[in-house]
């Protein structure tokens, strides 16, 4: 996607030369202010000029305001004959006027007010003046201050042409489209609605996880609607000083009431919109002021002149509730992870630029792809050009779409570590717990492949379950059994090691504790605690873990929460250890194929199992 900028900054215009000229004069000045100096003098101490003086050596002196300038009646061995002493000593010494008077012929003795008034009041005030001028000029480029030309600089504007975004690049997430449709018709034919009489919204917030499309869907409007498109991301707005991120906002909605019927597109407003604070450090401040404009220009302009402000953030829980007030932003619209028949669009869009071969079953790759978002998708198909590239292949076939699925979920083949023999039976034995148990627990999802094979982000092995539809509820047996399964793997290590597990299933563990806390802190799942929700305030409904959890329950209740999630991990862990012991010729069948053959995939599983069902 490209988008032809337009940068309009005026201070760019000014030529590189004229800059290292400007530069450059500060240099030059305080140069020849220090060229004017007399140079060619000896520099006495008070004590020496004292001597001198005594002596009748002076021939003339001429007292200025931080020094004393004199001449020699005979030049000295170096051939001077003027002498400067510093101030130091000078205004101490009260007897100075005196001896002055009487050593100094008649008249050769003055004082002045030094260098003269030129050299010492004009000359550095006029350095200061365009050392300042020049300060001024360079922050002024960087960005300083609130001159318009500067916070005109940053959106971008749509790009006809080619790299037009519409609504056929968009796949999967119909339900979001379907709502921009009537926005679409709004931008292209304002008048119509005008007459209608009919009130279009003034802000659209799309809202969804990342990598949905929320971007994309911003340009296809535009795209479709063919109309400018100012596109900004809410970081853009903050800056360092304060006034410049309010003075963008002024711009643009200045610049886009020129231009309408147009498109604002504030991405990621959720770096620009948070919550206001009472105090705060500078950044809030500037924050809080970029704000407060953003609301006010949104108050000011009327939406039937044909301006849309569009808005994305996957953050919504921490936007300032003024931004989702009427007439701001006050239609959300969802842009969710797509199901699988969205799956398998979106990836019939992204195939379209890459030849694959005939053989190829989208639907069968969107089954397996469960939870991925529109994003993920993309990169999937372009993981499978590249496998099947690196194998010099003509076209993109289904294991490469394989391959490739297995590098994003479980990082890439780390074939080349080299591991001790008996590193390599303990991570068998861990992934064939994990298998077995998988196998054993019902409803959990189906094994696609247990390997031993090292890959990235520091796995021995990995099981790999799919599921075999989108799964949205999940009982509270289901997250059991899958805490059982995650266990399984040191489980396993126990039994055949006599209780000595390994370091290497941090994971499996953080995952299965994660669960379990969830399970009494959201899912009202444990009977000790009963049907309550601790779940903390502002709780980001698409990142994990996305913002603290402010605790407003008392500490024996937090107390309360860690036993009852021990006493469901340590539930989960005796049934995965009883499975285990009734099954430990079914578990060592699987071990010792993994250690011959490294990888086993569903049916192969099924084979070693075949017999042991009983
Ligand atoms: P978001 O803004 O929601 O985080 P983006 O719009 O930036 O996601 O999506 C990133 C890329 O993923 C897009 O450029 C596109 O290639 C792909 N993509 C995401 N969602 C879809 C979709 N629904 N249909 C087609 N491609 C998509
Ligand atoms: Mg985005
Ligand atoms: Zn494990």
């Known amino acids: ?242 006034g410049v991120g309010a003075a963008r906002v002024r711009s643009l909605f200045a610049q886009a009431e020129e231009k309408a019927p147009c498109l604002i597109f504030i991405d990621e407003l959720d770096a620009l ?73 979106i990836l019939r869009v992204h195939v379209k630029n890459v030849p694959c071969s005939d053989a190829i079953n989208l639907r069968n790759i969107a089954a397996m792809t469960s939870g991925f978002a529109g994003a993920d998708l993309a990169n999937l198909v372009n993981e499978a050009a590249l496998m099947a590239a690196r194998a010099g292949k003509e076209s993109v076939d289904h294991l490469d779409f394989e391959r490739g699925f297995e590098r994003i979920v479980a990082g890439p083949e780390k074939r080349q570590r080299i591991l001790r023999t008996d590193e390599v039976r303990r991570i068998a034995v861990h992934e064939a717990g994990h298998a077995l148990i998988a196998r054993s627990l019902p409803g959990l999802d189906p094994v696609h492949k247990v390997s031993i094979v090292g890959r990235g982000g520091g796995l021995g092995g990995f099981t790999l379950s799919l599921p075999e539809e989108d799964r949205f509820l999940h009982t509270g047996t289901w997250l059991k059994n899958t805490i059982g399964m995650l266990l399984g793997g040191t489980a396993a290590e126990e039994l055949i090691y006599d209780g000595e597990i390994s370091d290497g299933a941090t994971s499996d563990l953080q995952r299965a504790t994660q669960i379990a806390r969830r399970m009494v802190t959201d899912f009202g799942m444990s009977p000790a605690l009963g049907r309550v929700s601790y779940q903390g305030e502002n709780r980001s409904p698409f990142i994990p873990g996305g913002s603290s959890v402010e605790a407003s329950w008392s500490e024996q209740t937090a107390r309360e929460i860690d036993l009852e999630v021990r006493r469901i991990l340590d539930g989960c862990l005796d049934t995965t250890r009883s499975i285990l012991s009734r099954r430990r010729a079914a578990l060592e069948a699987i071990t010792e194929a993994l250690i011959a053959r490294e990888t086993l995939d569903a049916a192969e599983l099924n084979d070693l199992l075949s017999d042991d069902w009983a």
């Open 1 to 242: 996607m490209r988008f032809s900028s337009s940068r309009p900054d005026k201070s760019r215009r000014l030529q590189p030369r004229w800059w290292f000229l400007l530069a450059l004069a500060p240099v030059v000045i305080v140069l020849a202010y220090v060229a004017m100096r007399p140079t060619s003098v000896r520099v006495l101490s008070y004590g020496q000029f004292k001597k001198k003086l005594v002596a009748r050596q002076i021939k003339s002196v001429r007292v200025g305001s931080s020094e004393l300038l004199g001449e020699l009646t005979e030049p000295s061995k170096d051939g001077l004959r003027e002498f400067r002493v510093s101030r130091v000593g000078l205004e101490r010494d009260d007897q100075l006027p005196a001896l002055l008077d009487q050593y100094v012929p008649e008249g050769a003795y003055e004082a002045d007010s030094g260098p003269g008034v030129i050299q010492n009041t004009l000359l550095p005030g006029a350095v200061l003046a365009v050392l300042l001028g020049g300060l001024y000029l360079v922050a002024r480029r960087a960005g300083f201050g609130t001159a318009m030309a500067f916070a005109k600089s940053r959106h971008k504007m749509y790009g006809e042409g080619p790299d037009r975004v519409t609504f056929d690049d968009v796949a999967g997430i119909d339900e979001a489209v379907g709502e921009l449709q009537e926005v679409v018709g709004f931008l292209k034919t304002p008048e119509k609605f005008r007459k209608l009489g009919g009130r279009i919204p003034k802000g659209i917030l799309l809202v969804g996880p990342p990598g949905t499309g929320k971007t994309l869907l911003a340009k296809a409007v535009a795209g479709e609607a063919g109309v400018p498109f100012f596109s900004l991301s809410g970081s853009d707005f903050v800056e360092m000083f304060v």
């Open 273 to 345: 919109g948070k919550a206001r604070s009472g105090g705060g450090s500078g950044g809030q401040d500037e924050r809080d002021q970029t704000l407060n404009q953003l609301l006010v220009a949104m108050d000011g302009f009327d939406s039937n002149r044909g301006i849309i402000v569009m808005a994305a953030t996957n953050r919504p829980e921490t936007l300032d509730s003024a931004l989702v007030r009427p007439g701001r932003f006050d239609r959300n619209v969802t842009v969710d992870r797509p199901d699988i028949g969205g799956r398998e669009q």
